[in-house]
């Protein structure tokens, strides 16, 4: 998430949104995660795992990554390195 976390300080005024969805967790705990790890980009819970089921996710994380007309261009399982993520936000049209 270190990652995650650098991209949406460095992309977040070019139009980048980074969203995390966490799984079915408690909402006081992940407030509490992201408080201990500097996270500052926006989360939402995902109560009943819908959005987990309508993404097919197998693992965590998995990252879905859209263009600007809303199209999903990438959707990879697993951490990634920053380099990885800004070659998926190019794949995106990031310039």
């Known amino acids: 998430m270190p ?4 991209l ?3 992309y977040k005024d070019k139009g980048v949104v980074v969203l ?3 799984d ?3 909402v006081k705990v992940v407030q509490e ?3 201990k790890n500097g996270m ?3 989360t939402a819970v995902d109560a ?7 993404y097919g996710v197998t693992g965590i994380p998995t990252t879905v990554v859209y263009d600007r007309k809303g199209r999903i261009v990438a959707q990879v399982v697993g951490s990634r ?5 800004v070659s998926l936000l190019r794949k995106a049209g990031l310039k």
């Open 33 to 35: 995660f992201y408080k």
């Open 3 to 6: 990652a995650i976390e650098k």
């Open 24 to 26: 079915k967790e408690d």
């Open 81 to 85: 390195g920053e380099q990885e993520f």
């Open 20 to 22: 995390g969805i966490d």
């Open 48 to 54: 009943k795992g819908d959005v987990y089921e309508h």
């Open 40 to 42: 500052t980009f926006p």
């Open 8 to 10: 949406h300080k460095a």
